[in-house]
């Protein structure tokens, strides 16, 4: 590239569309992302650090069509400059040259008119975002010091813009924000602690006044402490509990895989389990690009093939998909390729999830109807999660931040962190109630997954399978 060239490229868009223009192979598809962040970060009641970054990944997926298919060949390059464009396309086309033709090779998406938007300027985020919010949370850290607790954790912002551009015509743009505040609560001895999280758009809606009273309320249930076995107890799963079992459900559900016999969802003898009733409760499982409050990227933003997503379906739309339909299993994840071995359809996966058609209860009601007959436990959310076992999606991981004791409506004081082990699948058929949807923040997953709305879930035999002696 020459240097006026190199100088001409600044913008996310001037980038697609140099990186085309470079292009000498039969295809091309070129993603550039631009990300701005702020965040905030505090503990013992004191903010610690705070800091704005920029920055910006392109990514160039060569094709070359052969007589026994397609290859492909992707490179990835954070701070690409100008100058180093037409490394990064020679790059990709050297990768391409040595690849064997691609397995999920399918003809590139064809474009239609160009986003309206396409040649504006990416979207930023500032420390503007956080104007009402820092002297709120200021607040806070005077009224926990005084009652004798403390605080930690962060708040970060972020924005996205994506532009996807194609040889086929594609010019796609999105902005994604994704915010997410977490506070930690601590009594000054350290020996209690709570947890509560939320996810948000743009910090409007998000009260630190309000996390530290839920803290609050939930150090001082903790001032009473009991200790219980390893069982199985009548349990009571927040959403954010909630949201990280069925996300990782949603990760693990690809059609190809189900198909192949190796998940929870191959059908025994053959075929997948899609048109099988998985719960008792009437719920629906779905993902939604407009869904309110959860908007995500409307259309496959694919930079690398894997399972359940395809370079060579970039550019595709996303469309709303029921993933369970009032308990009937009725779609899987397929990319086109994985459609056309499966003989399912192809559905890409929203990035975001909702689980739906539960009662009208908040998490504080069934808590007031529980613990009658036997105790009844009130979980906070769960931590370091694992799968054990593919064929049932058993997944084991930790307690933490709070298990409380239930009893006679009540909240009675916390118990000991547990270790359990159970199946996101199997806790959908055996739930007996769920109470209303809301927006949560998943807390396993929350680096890479956070819109998500969820009911609680009332469970009659969670598997505490061990003690574990976190706090």
Same mark, same amino acid.
């Given at each position: 590239?020459?240097?006026?060239?190199?100088? =001409?490229?600044?913008?996310?868009?001037?980038?697609?569309?140099?990186?085309?223009?470079?292009?000498?192979?039969?295809?091309?598809?070129?993603?550039?992302?631009?990300?701005?962040?702020?965040?905030?970060?505090?503990?013992?009641?004191?903010?610690?650090?705070?800091?704005?970054?920029?920055?910006?990944?392109?990514?160039?997926?060569?094709?070359?069509?052969?007589?026994?298919?397609?290859?492909?060949?992707?490179?990835?390059?954070?701070?690409?400059?100008?100058?180093?464009?037409?490394?990064?396309?020679?790059?990709?086309?050297?990768?391409?040259?040595?690849?064997?033709?691609?397995?999920?090779?399918?003809?590139?998406?064809?474009?239609?008119?160009?986003?309206?938007?396409?040649?504006?300027?990416?979207?930023?985020?500032?420390?503007?975002?956080?104007?009402?919010?820092?002297?709120?949370?200021?607040?806070?850290?005077?009224?926990?010091?005084?009652?004798?607790?403390?605080?930690?954790?962060?708040?970060?912002?972020?924005?996205?813009?994506?532009?996807?551009? =194609?040889?086929?015509?594609?010019?796609?743009?999105?902005?994604?924000?994704?915010?997410?505040?977490?506070?930690?609560?601590?009594?000054?001895?350290?020996?209690?602690?709570?947890?509560?999280?939320?996810?948000?758009?743009?910090?409007?809606?998000?009260?630190?006044?309000?996390?530290?009273?839920?803290?609050?309320?939930?150090?001082?249930?903790?001032?009473?402490?009991?200790?219980?076995?390893?069982?199985?107890?009548?349990?009571?799963?927040?959403?954010?509990?909630?949201?990280?079992?069925?996300?990782?459900?949603?990760?693990?559900?690809?059609?190809?895989?189900?198909?192949?016999?190796?998940?929870?969802?191959?059908?025994?003898?053959?075929?997948?389990?899609?048109?099988?009733?998985?719960?008792?409760?009437?719920?629906?499982?779905?993902?939604?690009?407009?869904?309110?409050?959860?908007?995500?990227?409307?259309?496959?933003?694919?930079?690398?093939?894997?399972?359940?997503?395809?370079?060579?379906?970039?550019?595709?739309?996303?469309?709303?998909?029921?993933?369970?339909?009032?308990?009937?299993?009725?779609?899987?994840?397929?990319?086109?390729? =994985?459609?056309?071995?499966?003989?399912?359809?192809?559905?890409?996966?929203?990035?975001?999830?909702?689980?739906?058609?539960?009662?009208?209860?908040?998490?504080?009601?069934?808590?007031?109807?529980?613990?009658?007959?036997?105790?009844?436990?009130?979980?906070?959310?769960?931590?370091?999660?694992?799968?054990?076992?593919?064929?049932?999606?058993?997944?084991?991981?930790?307690?933490?931040?709070?298990?409380?004791?239930?009893?006679?409506?009540?909240?009675?004081?916390?118990?000991?962190?547990?270790?359990?082990?159970?199946?996101?699948?199997?806790?959908?058929?055996?739930?007996?109630?769920?109470?209303?949807?809301?927006?949560?923040?998943?807390?396993?997953?929350?680096?890479?997954?956070?819109?998500?709305?969820?009911?609680?879930?009332?469970?009659?035999?969670?598997?505490?399978?061990?003690?574990?002696?976190?706090?």
């Amino acid at each position: 590239m020459s240097s006026a060239a190199s100088a =001409s490229v600044s913008t996310p868009h001037e980038v697609v569309e140099r990186a085309l223009e470079l292009s000498r192979t039969d295809g091309c598809v070129v993603i550039a992302a631009e990300t701005s962040s702020a965040n905030l970060r505090w503990a013992g009641n004191a903010l610690t650090t705070n800091g704005v970054t920029r920055g910006r990944e392109v990514t160039v997926i060569a094709t070359v069509d052969g007589a026994e298919g397609a290859a492909s060949g992707v490179v990835s390059r954070s701070g690409a400059t100008p100058g180093e464009l037409e490394g990064l396309v020679r790059a990709a086309e050297e990768a391409v040259r040595a690849s064997e033709p691609a397995e999920d090779a399918q003809p590139l998406v064809e474009g239609g008119p160009p986003a309206a938007d396409f040649t504006e300027p990416p979207a930023e985020t500032s420390h503007a975002v956080f104007a009402e919010f820092a002297p709120e949370l200021g607040e806070c850290f005077a009224r926990a010091r005084a009652a004798g607790r403390e605080l930690y954790g962060f708040a970060s912002h972020e924005l996205v813009s994506s532009y996807l551009g =194609s040889s086929t015509g594609l010019r796609l743009r999105h902005d994604q924000p994704t915010g997410s505040l977490e506070m930690n609560a601590k009594s000054t001895d350290h020996t209690r602690s709570a947890w509560a999280g939320r996810a948000t758009r743009d910090f409007s809606d998000v009260r630190p006044s309000e996390l530290d009273a839920e803290l609050a309320r939930r150090l001082g249930w903790a001032e009473r402490s009991v200790q219980l076995p390893a069982g199985r107890y009548e349990t009571l799963l927040p959403p954010t509990a909630v949201a990280d079992l069925l996300i990782y459900q949603l990760w693990s559900s690809g059609a190809r895989d189900a198909a192949e016999g190796r998940t929870v969802f191959s059908k025994a003898g053959g075929g997948t389990r899609v048109g099988e009733r998985l719960g008792r409760l009437p719920l629906t499982l779905r993902s939604d690009p407009h869904a309110p409050g959860l908007e995500s990227v409307p259309f496959v933003l694919a930079h690398a093939s894997g399972d359940t997503s395809s370079v060579f379906d970039n550019g595709l739309p996303l469309t709303a998909t029921d993933w369970i339909r009032e308990g009937t299993l009725t779609t899987l994840p397929a990319t086109r390729h =994985s459609a056309g071995l499966t003989g399912l359809p192809a559905a890409g996966a929203p990035d975001n999830l909702l689980l739906e058609g539960g009662g009208p209860r908040s998490l504080e009601e069934m808590v007031a109807d529980s613990g009658r007959d036997g105790p009844c436990l009130l979980l906070t959310c769960l931590w370091y999660i694992r799968e054990v076992d593919p064929a049932t999606l058993l997944l084991t991981g930790l307690t933490r931040d709070g298990v409380y004791l239930v009893e006679g409506g009540e909240v009675r004081g916390a118990v000991n962190n547990f270790r359990f082990n159970e199946s996101p699948v199997d806790l959908l058929g055996r739930a007996t109630e769920a109470g209303r949807t809301e927006r949560t923040l998943p807390r396993e997953w929350s680096d890479w997954f956070t819109r998500a709305a969820m009911p609680p879930l009332r469970v009659p035999d969670f598997n505490m399978s061990s003690v574990s002696q976190g706090v």
